[in-house]
C-alpha cells in the first residue's frame, strides 16, 4: 500500500480520496463525485464519506462504511485495526493515561495499559506531537491502533465523563424523590427528582443505557472491602464492566433502591422493588431490583426485561416441529394444567409471558399471580405475592376464582396449598398455566406426587409439560463451517440415532458479537402430552424413569436430541448444549 499518499498530520477529504482511487477501493469518477457530494463540516473525513455508501470498487458487493473506511486506513498506514470493546475497557486506568482535553485534540483513546506498553486508538494515525509526553506520563512505551472515529469520540466522552462523576461523587452522599409503581423514570433529567448529588445522578443514567446498549439481561452491583464492582450479563455470561469507590457504590444503590420504592434505611434484610425508564431507542423497559445484605454491603441485581418479550413468536423463542405443536394443541384446551419447568434464567417466564399475549383476546380473561410481577402488561390482570400481608400463591389463587377468569397464570407451584389450588381451578373449567423447578418435563409429574397430589387428580387435569433451556446462538456474520465430531454427535443423539450432518459449525468472532462467536439465544424444548397410555402410569408410586420411556415412545425429544436438531442446522454448539442439558437418559 502506498502510505506516501497520505501526508504527515491530519487526514483531509482530498488526500483521503487521492489514497482510496490509489489504492483501487474508488474509481476516479466515484471520487470525483464525492468531493461535491460530501457535506462541509468539521467531522472527520472517513465520517463524512460513509454517509455517502459509496459501493467498494475491490468488492462491488459491499459498500465503504465506516468500519470498511477505517479498516482501509489501517492497512494504509500500516497499523492494526481494533474494534472498541467498552466492556474490555479498564476505564479506571486508562483516564489516568492522558487527559480528555489532550485525547479529544488528538483525537485519541486509550484502551490497554500493560507493564512496558500501553495501547493508544487513534483516528489520526499520521498527527503526531503527542507521543513523547505520553511515553514520558505513563512511563511505558506506545503501541498505535487505528479505530472507528466515532467510537473513539464516543466512547472518549463516556469514559471520561463516568470517571469525573465517581470521582466528584466520591465521599458525598445523594438523596431522591420517591415514585410510584410505574413510575417512568425520565434518564438525567434532574427535574424529575429532589436533591439528588448530580454526578450519582450522572452514574446512574451511565450504568442503565449502557447495560442497554450492551445488551445486558442483568446488572450486579457487587460490593467488596474497598470497592464496587459492576459487572453485566450478557448471552447468560457475566462480564466485568467497571469498579468504583465502596462508598460510591453504596451512594449508587441507594439512588436506585428509592427509585424502585425500597427501603433506603433498611439495608439488613434483603428487598425487591422496580423501575422503569426508557432505553436510548425510546422503548420502555422494566427493570427488577433485588437487594442482598452482604459482608462489605449491599449487593444490588437488577433483571432487565426486553420489551420486545411480549412480541415474540413461538418460533422465534425455538419452539419447533413436535414441541411447537405440543405447545399449541395444549394451549387450546378451555381447561387443565400445563406446567413448564426448567431451572432459573431459562426462559421460563418468557414463554409464559408470550403465551399469554397470544391468548389474551377481548373475548377472555387472563389473571396472573406473580412473584413478583416480572412484566407489567395492560392485557393481562396481574397480582403480586406480598408475603409481609400473608398473601401468598394459594391465597392469590383462590382470590383470582373469585374474579370470573378463564386463563390463570401461577408464578410458581411451590408447596402443596398452591397446586391444591391450581388443580381446584383447573377441575372447575379455568386454563392454569405454572412452573415448576425439576430437571425435564416428566419429573414435572412427579414433583406433584411428591408435594401430595393424589394420582387420580394429576390424571384429571394435566394436560402435559415442557421443560426448556437456553443456549448462545452462533454469530450469523461470522461462524464457520467445521468438520463433525462422530463421538461428540453420538452423545448428543443417545439413545436415538440420527444421521450425521455433513458439518458442524464454530464459534469465530466479529465486530457483530464482540469478538465471542456467539449473539443472542435460543431455547431447546422437551414436551409431552399427557395420553391414555402415560395416565395408567400415573400413580401414587409413579416410577419416573418408566414414565419418561413411555413418553419418549410416545413421541417425546429429549432437550438433548433438541439441542442436536440445533446444532446440525447450525444454530449452536455441542458445548453450548452439553453446558445447559442433563445427561440424555433412554
Known amino acids: ?149 466515532e467510537d473513539i469520540e464516543r466512547f472518549a466522552l463516556e469514559f471520561y465523563a463516568l470517571n469525573r462523576s465517581v470521582s466528584g461523587a466520591t465521599g458525598r452522599k445523594s438523596s431522591v424523590g420517591i415514585g410510584n409503581f410505574e413510575q417512568l423514570i425520565e434518564l438525567g433529567n434532574l427535574q424529575n427528582v429532589e436533591a439528588n448529588d448530580e454526578h450519582i445522578v450522572n452514574i446512574v443514567d451511565w450504568l442503565f443505557q449502557y447495560a442497554f446498549d450492551q445488551r445486558a439481561s442483568d446488572i450486579h452491583v457487587e460490593p467488596r472491602r474497598d470497592y464496587a464492582h459492576i459487572r453485566f450479563r450478557i448471552d447468560g455470561v457475566l462480564h466485568p464492566v467497571y469498579q468504583m469507590p465502596i462508598q460510591v457504590g453504596q451512594a449508587v444503590v441507594s439512588r436506585i433502591k428509592i427509585l424502585g420504592r425500597m427501603n433506603v434505611a433498611e439495608k439488613r434484610k434483603p428487598q425487591d422493588g422496580r423501575v422503569k425508564t426508557k432505553a436510548p431507542n425510546g422503548q420502555e423497559v422494566e427493570l427488577r431490583l433485588s437487594t442482598l445484605p452482604t459482608a462489605f454491603g449491599e449487593k444490588l441485581v437488577m433483571r432487565i426485561f426486553d420489551p420486545d418479550v411480549l412480541l415474540k413468536s413461538f418460533t422465534d423463542l425455538g419452539l419447533q416441529d413436535e414441541d411447537l405443536n405440543n405447545w399449541r394443541q395444549m394451549i387450546r384446551h378451555p381447561n387443565g394444567i400445563i406446567l413448564v419447568t426448567g431451572p432459573t434464567g431459562s426462559g421460563k417466564t418468557t414463554t409464559l409471558y408470550s403465551t399469554l399475549k397470544s391468548l389474551a383476546t377481548p373475548e377472555v380473561n387472563v389473571c396472573t399471580i406473580e412473584d413478583p410481577i416480572e412484566m407489567v402488561e395492560p392485557a393481562f390482570n396481574q397480582m403480586q405475592v406480598q408475603h409481609n ?120 468472532g466479529c465486530l457483530e458479537c464482540r469478538n465471542t462467536g456467539y449473539l443472542g439465544r435460543t431455547g431447546l424444548y422437551e414436551s409431552f402430552q399427557m395420553s391414555n397410555d402415560l395416565a395408567l402410569l400415573v400413580t401414587d408410586d409413579c416410577d419416573p424413569q418408566v414414565f419418561r420411556k413411555e413418553a419418549i415412545k410416545g413421541g417425546m425429544l429429549s432437550l438433548r436430541l433438541s439441542g442436536a436438531r440445533k446444532v446440525a442446522a447450525g444454530v449452536t454448539t455441542p458445548e453450548e448444549v452439553f453446558r445447559v442439558t442433563p445427561e440424555a437418559r433412554g
Open 1 to 149: 500500500m502506498g502510505a506516501a499518499t497520505l501526508l504527515p498530520g491530519r487526514l483531509d477529504l482530498d488526500s483521503v480520496l487521492r489514497a482510496l482511487v490509489e489504492d483501487g477501493r474508488l474509481s476516479s469518477e466515484q471520487s470525483d463525485r464525492a468531493r461535491r457530494q460530501v457535506r462541509p463540516g468539521k467531522d472527520h473525513p472517513l465520517i463524512r464519506l460513509a454517509a455517502l455508501e459509496l459501493p467498494d470498487q475491490a468488492d462491488p458487493e459491499r459498500k465503504l462504511t465506516l468500519t470498511a473506511l477505517t479498516q482501509w486506513l489501517s492497512e494504509h498506514v500500516g497499523l492494526p485495526f481494533r474494534n472498541i470493546d467498552p466492556l474490555k475497557v479498564d476505564v479506571t486506568r486508562i483516564t489516568d493515561v492522558m487527559s480528555y482535553e489532550f485525547a479529544r485534540r488528538y483525537n485519541l483513546l486509550p484502551l490497554a495499559i500493560e507493564e512496558t506498553v500501553v495501547e493508544i486508538a487513534t483516528s489520526e494515525p499520521l498527527l503526531s506531537g503527542w507521543e513523547d509526553a505520553i511515553e514520558q506520563v505513563s512511563r511505558r512505551s506506545i503501541r498505535k491502533v487505528v479505530a472507528n472515529p
Open 389 to 508: 400481608i400473608d398473601l401468598n400463591f394459594a391465597d392469590g389463587v383462590r382470590a383470582l376464582m373469585r374474579q370470573d377468569p378463564d386463563i390463570i397464570m401461577i408464578g410458581e407451584i411451590r408447596d402443596l396449598e398452591t397446586a391444591q389450588m391450581a388443580v381446584q381451578a383447573a377441575l372447575t373449567g379455568h386454563l392454569v398455566l405454572s412452573t415448576v423447578h425439576t430437571n425435564d418435563a416428566p419429573t414435572a409429574i412427579t414433583r406433584l406426587l411428591d408435594l401430595g397430589i393424589p394420582s387420580y387428580l394429576i390424571k384429571a387435569t394435566v394436560l402435559g409439560a415442557m421443560a426448556q433451556r437456553l443456549v448462545r446462538t452462533l454469530c450469523p456474520h461470522c461462524k464457520a463451517k467445521t468438520e463433525p465430531n462422530e463421538s461428540v454427535w453420538q452423545q448428543l443423539v443417545r439413545p436415538w440415532t440420527a444421521s450425521q450432518p455433513k458439518h458442524f459449525h464454530k464459534p469465530v
